[in-house]
């Protein structure tokens, strides 16, 4: 069974629709700074930072009368010199 962290018991007492979304792409090649600008997250973006494995946040937009619930996941750049395995 997978393990969600402090997000784990909040998804099993969900009763909702919810969507996944995940980004994944080159390394450096702004990821994080996508998610923090189309869903309002804040995914640490920098230069001298990457992403190392994957980090997921849950998000509610508000569309007039209406709400979506999204879990983001934000993965680890693809072809990083950081990683050798």
């Known amino acids: 069974m997978t393990k969600f962290g402090i997000y784990e018991k909040y998804l099993n007492e969900l009763k909702r629709d919810l969507k996944v979304i995940s980004i994944v792409g080159r390394h450096k090649s702004g990821r994080s700074y996508i998610m923090n600008r189309f869903f309002g997250t804040r995914f640490n973006v920098s230069d001298t930072r990457y992403t190392d494995g994957i980090w997921m946040s849950i998000v509610e937009i508000h569309d007039g009368g209406k709400s ?10 693809l072809f990083s010199a950081q990683r050798n395995i």
């Open 68 to 77: 979506q619930l999204f879990i983001l996941l934000d993965c680890e750049g």
